[in-house]
């Protein structure tokens, strides 16, 4: 039902096939050259490499085994040659007759920097190939490194490296500096501070909350962590740096550089669930933090917690779904009002997902619950980190099969009692007004949320998927 949305999301795979249109290109066919070709990627003959790229070829041509250019490559450990080929756009997901990948010839042989290089790319490239859109604090440009975590030797030495760098945080809030690079967009209005350990050491308590948020793709030296810093008065950190202020994470987060909105959604869920979770879930001793961060264990030998893995002891994510629904003859979407919301600001429908309930169920229970629509097809679009404090925004878009809306339906008896409304509003908007709102030029002011949220994206893509002119 909405192959238009899928073929503007995840269908439009890019061949990324080179056509050879002359005939001296067209003898590069021949087994001689394909041979050629071949060999000077086992071998790593870069320029030959580069011309024949240039000549048009067929980078991703496969000899009688299935092997590609950049599987022999990978076979010898040829850097230089991966990284020309993959910047030529080579397909790194291919297989050869044996079901191997470039990665896995790379891994068998003991060539980590290719298998690295290559693995690098296969996460870009899914990204790129399938038109996935990624959201506002969903860009990370970390390797996350879950093995290193246990590894206290190579975690000290790195929080002491000169190339490691600390974000600071203080309860809610990260520790920035306001913004002065103009090449940045207009919405970028501060930096997080990033400062390396040497310099706070002797402010901080003995043994502050340090997590340890990844290092960069393919080089352990440049590390990142994140660093409680509450103990620290603003006298004292403002003598680092006197322009140095104190943003909360929600709503301040909406106004960083997006790698950096990344860092602070990682951080900011797990510094609020060390905050949350002092105590074990299981028996109420104290808990103690473990692999720098990502877990705590109850000091209590006994505890169940203790016999086997117990999701009490790991970092919350709390899945939410968030939709745009679409009305039967596609021609409006569905949107609410929360009481809390700006004057005039309309957003996607939203709820967290309940045990036993899948993303689709979720949707239509949320929608029905808060609109009373009926809500049949229902497909993934994208998701988002959202730090208040540790959501993740499950994407959709919906269709629905009934028109009229009666808002919060199913709670209105409760709500009376409890006093509390899901909604105070729920609409249809037609395209145009949507169009209006999106442009904030509609004549009574209602808009949708900002760009950095992932109800903006949905709302967006189903005028975009419609057709209309953005
Ligand atoms: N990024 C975006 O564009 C965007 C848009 C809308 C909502 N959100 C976020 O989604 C979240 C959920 O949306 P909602 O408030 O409409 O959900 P909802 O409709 O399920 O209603 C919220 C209520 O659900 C209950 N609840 C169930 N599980 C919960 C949990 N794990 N944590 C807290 N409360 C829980 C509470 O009673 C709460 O008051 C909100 O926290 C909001 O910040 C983000
Ligand atoms: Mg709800
Ligand atoms: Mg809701
Ligand atoms: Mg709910
Ligand atoms: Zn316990």
Not at 340 to 368: K, N
């Amino acid at each position: 039902m909405f192959s238009r949305t899928f073929a503007s999301n995840v269908g439009n795979k890019q061949q990324n096939i080179r056509s050879i249109s002359t005939s001296m290109q067209t003898k590069f066919y021949e087994g001689q050259s394909v041979e050629r070709y071949m060999d000077g990627a086992a071998s790593g003959r870069t320029e030959e490499l580069s011309l024949l790229l240039k000549g048009g070829v067929n980078i991703d041509m496969k000899n009688e085994k299935g092997w590609t250019a950049l599987m022999f490559a990978a076979r010898n450990g040829q850097i230089p040659t991966i990284k020309l080929l993959m910047e030529n756009g080579c397909d790194v997901n291919l297989m050869n007759a044996t079901g191997q990948t470039a990665v896995d010839i790379a891994t068998f042989w003991n060539h980590k920097e290719a298998a690295d290089l290559i693995t690098k790319q296969l996460k870009d490239s899914r990204v790129e190939d399938n038109k996935q859109f990624v959201n506002y604090f969903g860009h990370s440009t970390l390797d996350r490194a879950a093995e290193k975590r246990k590894n206290t030797k190579w975690l000290k030495n790195t929080m002491e490296n000169e190339n490691t760098t600390f974000i600071c945080f203080h309860g809610n809030s990260a520790l920035v500096v306001p913004n002065t690079d103009t090449s940045l967009p207009k919405s970028v209005k501060f930096c997080l501070y990033h400062v390396q350990y040497s310099n706070i050491a002797k402010h901080l308590n003995t043994d502050p909350l340090v997590i340890f948020l990844g290092h960069e793709y393919n080089n352990e030296e440049k590390a990142w962590f994140a660093v409680d810093i509450s103990s620290i008065s603003k006298s004292v950190y403002t003598s680092w740096d006197k322009d140095l202020e104190l943003l909360a994470a929600y709503p301040g987060g909406m106004m960083l550089r997006k790698e950096d909105a990344s860092l602070l959604a990682q951080a900011r869920a797990l510094f609020a669930w060390h905050e949350r979770y002092q105590f074990c879930a299981t028996c109420g001793s104290p808990t103690v933090v473990e692999e720098c961060g990502y877990k705590r264990r109850c000091q209590d030998k006994e505890c169940k917690s203790q016999k086997g893995v117990h999701n009490t002891s790991y970092p919350r994510v709390d899945p939410v779904v968030i939709m745009l629904v679409e009305s039967q003859d596609g021609k409006s979407c569905l949107l609410g009002r929360q009481k809390r919301f700006p004057h005039g600001m309309w957003s996607c429908l939203a709820g967290f997902v309940e045990p036993g309930e899948t993303i689709e169920d979720a949707c239509r229970r949320e929608v029905f619950e808060e609109s009373g629509i009926k809500v049949g097809y229902v497909e993934y679009h994208s998701c988002q980190p959202w730090p208040n404090p540790s959501q993740l925004m499950i994407g959709c878009l919906g269709r629905a099969t009934s028109s009229k809306i009666q808002v919060s339906s199913i709670l209105q008896t409760i709500v009376k009692q409890v006093d509390y409304e899901e909604l105070e509003d729920a609409q249809w908007f037609s395209r145009e007004t949507i169009l209006q709102m999106l442009a904030r030029q509609h004549k009574e002011k209602l808009f949708v949320p900002p760009e950095q949220a992932i109800a903006h994206t949905l709302i967006k893509h189903w005028v975009k998927m419609t057709n209309a002119n953005l």
